[in-house]
């Protein structure tokens, strides 16, 4: 059966340039001759039945704006077949007959899950900050929020230099180390300690060991919160039990890193895969994630996007160990 209207969420943790997604579904869906609804408050409002047509001119103006227009939200409904039911019969009462989901790790299993349940296509834009999905080189928020870490971070630099301290910065990333270790190379830190490498190795008693300081009047390295490295706070009790010597501070970026105007980098991305989940349902792909490989579009089924850890790039890590002599 052909597809005669789409419905378009944005679902899970908000990220810069799910507005620039938001429009470029919209108008690439109007463009070829279908109906667009907008779902409010990601699952939640589906099971809640919040859901508006969509014009052009909804998504006037909100390509430049940071968060999502559609708000987000977390829906534990979803997660209970009794949850899903009512989704579906919202959905199929205002006439939607494929959806757009954009959101992170967790909005995209809800997809699969409610994709095979009900037999609905949907196709899923990668929109965290985190950069942790897989088969896709990057993902829509990303490199806004790697440009703000990189902003915060120089700022702190004038402090630490002043001081001569350690400073540790804790950044997002969930159980990633992308915004870490990309963050780091940018702000030129000594050392970035990411979950990918702290089932590994010790990186705080390497990086001490290494002798860090021996050359320079301050120390900057970035964390990556999680269990696994500890986050800041965790390093910096381990700093003052096990290398009292040292003078630790530390700054928790937080939620700075979410908001702001998206880069031209996000921007374009989100236009792009945002044109292409439309492309996608004409050509009567299901059940995909729409990602960026080497700069082309590819799609990527569901089951490899989430199941699948996307490794970090160790000639990244070697890069950030040489330049931090
Ligand atoms: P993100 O998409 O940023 O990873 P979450 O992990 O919070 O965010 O997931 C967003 C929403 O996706 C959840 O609140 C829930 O409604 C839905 N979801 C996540 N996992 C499942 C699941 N296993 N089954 C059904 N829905 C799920």
Do not use: W
Request: glycine share 10%; net charge negative; proline share 3%.
């Amino acid at each position: 059966m052909a597809i005669k209207c789409v419905g378009i969420l944005t679902s899970g943790g908000d990220a810069p340039g799910m507005n620039a997604a938001i429009r470029a579904v919209t108008r690439s869906a109007i463009f070829n001759g279908l109906k667009v609804k907008g779902i409010y408050r990601g699952y939640k409002g589906l099971v809640a039945n919040e859901i508006v047509p969509f014009k052009t001119q909804n998504v006037s103006n909100i390509i430049q704006q940071g968060g999502t227009i559609l708000k987000t939200a977390r829906s534990m409904e979803f997660k209970t077949k009794e949850g899903r039911k009512i989704a579906y019969e919202n959905m199929t009462a205002a006439g939607i007959d494929a959806l757009v989901v954009i959101g992170g790790d967790g909005s995209l299993t809800g997809a699969r899950i409610f994709a095979e349940e009900y037999n609905v296509p949907i196709i899923g834009l990668p929109g965290t900050i985190d950069n942790d999905l897989f088969g896709t080189d990057r993902t829509i928020g990303y490199d806004t929020a790697l440009n703000t870490i990189m902003e915060a971070v120089d700022k702190i630099r004038d402090t630490a230099t002043s001081h001569e301290r350690l400073f540790f910065i804790e950044v997002m990333g969930r159980d990633a180390g992308f915004l870490a270790l990309n963050g780091a190379i940018a702000v030129g830190a000594e050392d970035a300690i990411i979950p990918e490498m702290a089932t590994e190795v010790d990186q705080l008693a390497e990086l001490i060991e290494n002798g860090f300081r021996k050359s320079k009047n301050s120390s900057i390295v970035l964390v990556a919160e999680s269990e696994t490295t500890g986050g800041a706070m965790g390093l910096a009790e381990r700093v003052k039990n096990e290398y009292p010597q040292y003078d630790v501070r530390v700054t928790i970026l937080g939620h700075i890193q979410r908001g702001g105007s998206p880069t031209a980098t996000d921007r374009i991305l989100a236009s792009r895969l945002g044109n292409a989940a439309i492309e996608a349902l004409l050509e009567d792909q299901r059940n995909v994630m729409v990602g960026i490989e080497n700069d082309k579009i590819v799609y990527v089924p569901f089951a490899r996007a989430i199941k699948n850890d996307k490794p970090i790039d160790r000639e990244l890590l070697n890069v950030l160990r040489v330049l931090s002599i």
